[in-house]
């Protein structure tokens, strides 16, 4: 359990540690110099009570007064107990000086040896003086560190959360996507096509792509130019000579990656769309150019009354996910007008 505790926090550990070397290399430096300017080894003897005090002092400030009132907002009490802190931690650096180092100078001199007046307000505050900048220093490191771990988690939070919308549009989009290529699948079976064995390769390699290759957050670009070609042979077998069908592509391709399912929408909306009673035309231009992939879609549209625009869930989901995933890198236009839809989208890759 002990090591455990220790695995999981060796880095605050070592951070303390750090920090009262340090404070300790300080005291003996500060202890050493001379009135000459020059510099000799030596461990005061009242720096090992001095520690206690300073570190009792710290421990309380940061690990309960800090906890209980300073992050719940309750200042006043906090500079209460913080002042009766400092001035608990002055009283107490006197009083292992004045029962335990005064006696101890003057132990071959005992006759010399006066008690005097431990209520010396002077030294108290002398006292005070030498714990508050160690108080206010670990303080101070203790809220960067704090507000840093707070964004770390807000990072780690807003990751997840990213994360998790990214798959839930991803998992919409798919079972989208599988029901109008089933849709294409229906249609030559009834008709007892030849084309159906062809189809059913084209389906199961588009399966085996969304199953295996796009768990990864970008695959390549020629990866998904071959998914974009297996559903656009389905739709050509689909329509035969009542498609109209111009699909291009060019420019720096090779070696470039993007987000995986991210141009089917558009084509697949198209397709859906824009072949009614089983004609129509659809032209499919992308190229990329100096690291900048532009996809434009055109296709036949008549606008029927009551139908303002069409799109459902895939272009949803697709606008949501470029949204998320290239925020300003991305420009999506989308018109229709006399009789013709069409998408223009720019992505930085």
């Known amino acids: 359990m002990m090591v455990a505790l220790i695995r999981k926090n060796y880095k605050t550990i070592v951070n303390h540690l750090l920090f009262w070397l340090a404070f300790i290399l300080y005291n003996l430096i500060d202890a050493g110099w001379t009135d000459r300017d020059s510099w000799e080894f030596g461990i005061p003897p009242s720096l090992a ?41 002055g009283l107490g650096k006197r009083f292992f000086a004045f029962s335990i180092w005064l006696p101890l100078e003057h132990l071959n001199n005992p006759a010399e040896w006066e008690p005097g007046n431990f209520w010396i307000l002077a030294r108290i505050i002398k006292n005070i003086a030498k714990i508050f900048p160690v108080i206010a220093a670990t303080m101070i490191l203790k809220l960067v ?16 959360s990213f994360d998790a919308e990214i798959g839930l549009l991803k ?30 390769m084209h389906l199961a390699e588009l399966m085996r792509y969304m199953l295996y290759d796009t768990g990864a957050s970008q695959v390549l670009l020629t990866d998904e130019l071959a998914h974009l070609k297996n559903y656009i042979g389905i739709e050509q077998m689909r329509f035969g000579d009542h498609l109209d069908l111009s699909f291009q592509y060019s420019g720096d391709i090779e070696g470039q990656l993007i987000a995986p399912l991210l141009l089917l929408p558009f ?22 150019n100096e690291k900048r992939l532009y996809l434009k879609v055109e296709n036949s549209f008549k606008e029927t009354a009551g139908q303002r625009h069409h799109g459902g869930m895939g272009l949803k989901n697709v606008k949501r996910r470029l949204a998320l995933i290239y925020p300003s890198h991305h420009q999506l236009n989308i018109e229709h007008d006399n009789n013709i839809y069409q998408v223009d989208l720019k992505i930085d890759l």
């Open 267 to 288: 084509i697949e909306n198209a397709f859906k769309h824009g072949v009614e009673k089983n004609e129509g035309w659809v032209t499919i231009d992308l190229k990329v």
């Open 171 to 200: 998992a919409q989009i798919n079972p989208h996507f599988f029901f109008n290529t089933l849709n294409s699948l229906y249609f030559l079976t009834m008709e007892a096509s030849p084309k159906s064995p062809k189809l059913v």
């Open 145 to 160: 560190n704090n507000a840093y771990l707070q964004e770390k988690r807000l990072r780690a939070i807003e990751r997840e």
């Open 49 to 89: 009570t001095d520690l206690v005090v300073i570190i009792t002092v710290v421990y309380i400030n940061l690990y309960l007064l800090m906890p209980a009132l300073y992050s719940k907002r309750k200042y006043a009490w906090y500079i209460c107990c913080f002042i009766l802190l400092l001035f608990a931690g």
